[in-house]
């Protein structure tokens, strides 16, 4: 799975992990420690949304709650880390 930062487009690939961050390549998003941060801005691991997700962030332009509500109209599937950051 892809997960990309909202606010710069890093997109970190599971199956590569992250070398800068000693992140194994193969790690899942989920085993990812929660304080790891953007290689390329800095930002918090809450600013990442699993790639479609993203995707609809940036198009939309709004907030979690109504690219929530695209993606439920879209059939996206909605991660937990979209669920989480939402409340």
């Known amino acids: 799975n892809k997960w990309e930062c909202t606010i710069c ?3 970190y690939r599971e199956e590569y992990g992250e ?3 000693n992140v194994e390549p ?5 085993d990812v420690p929660e304080d790891f941060r953007c290689p390329n801005c800095g ?3 809450g600013q990442f949304y699993e ?3 993203a995707k609809i962030l940036k198009t939309v332009g709004t907030s ?3 690219a929530k509500r ?3 109209k879209l059939q996206l599937p909605l991660t937990s880390a979209t669920r989480t950051n939402a409340l």
């Open 9 to 11: 487009d890093y997109v």
């Open 19 to 21: 070398d800068k961050k």
């Open 26 to 30: 193969g790690t899942l998003w989920t």
């Open 43 to 45: 930002t918090e691991k």
């Open 51 to 53: 790639e479609s997700m």
């Open 64 to 66: 979690v709650v109504m």
């Open 70 to 72: 695209l993606a439920t």
